[in-house]
C-alpha cells in the first residue's frame, strides 16, 4: 500500500487549495478512504471520509460546507477540495486508506499554511 499526499502549501485567508493522495496497492475503488490533519501537540483529527465506492460522504463540523472529498476510480486519486481557508485550518494534511481487516494505512503528509 502506498499513499502520496500533494498539493499543499501557503494560501492566503479566503484562499482554496486542493489536495490530492495517490494511491495504490489495494482495491481503491471499493475502499473507504478518509483526511486527518494534525497540528503540533495535538491529536490527528477527522477531517472527511468518503466511504467505498463514494456512496456516502461525511465531513467534520468545522469544514462542513467549505471542504469536498472526492475520490477518481480511474486514476486511483483521493481530493480534498478546501474552500474559504482560515488560519485554524493550518495543519499537516494526511489521507487514510481504511482497511479493515487488512489494516489502516497513512500517507505521509502534507503541509497547509493559512497565513497572511
Known amino acids: 500500500v502506498q499513499l502520496v499526499e500533494s498539493g499543499g502549501g501557503l494560501v492566503q485567508p479566503g484562499g482554496s487549495l486542493r489536495l490530492s493522495c495517490a494511491a495504490s496497492g489495494f482495491t481503491f475503488s471499493s475502499s473507504t478512504m478518509s483526511w486527518y490533519r494534525q497540528t503540533q501537540g495535538k491529536a490527528r483529527d477527522l477531517v472527511a471520509r468518503i466511504s467505498s465506492g463514494g456512496g456516502s460522504t461525511m465531513y467534520a463540523d468545522s469544514v462542513k460546507g467549505r471542504f469536498t472529498i472526492s475520490g477518481d476510480n480511474v486514476k486511483n486519486t483521493l481530493a480534498l477540495q478546501m474552500n474559504s481557508l482560515g488560519r485554524e485550518d493550518t495543519a499537516v494534511y494526511y489521507c487514510?486508506?481504511?482497511?479493515?481487516?487488512?489494516?489502516?494505512?497513512w500517507g505521509q503528509g502534507t503541509q497547509v499554511t493559512v497565513s497572511s
Open positions: 487514510k486508506y481504511e482497511g479493515g481487516y487488512y489494516g489502516n494505512y
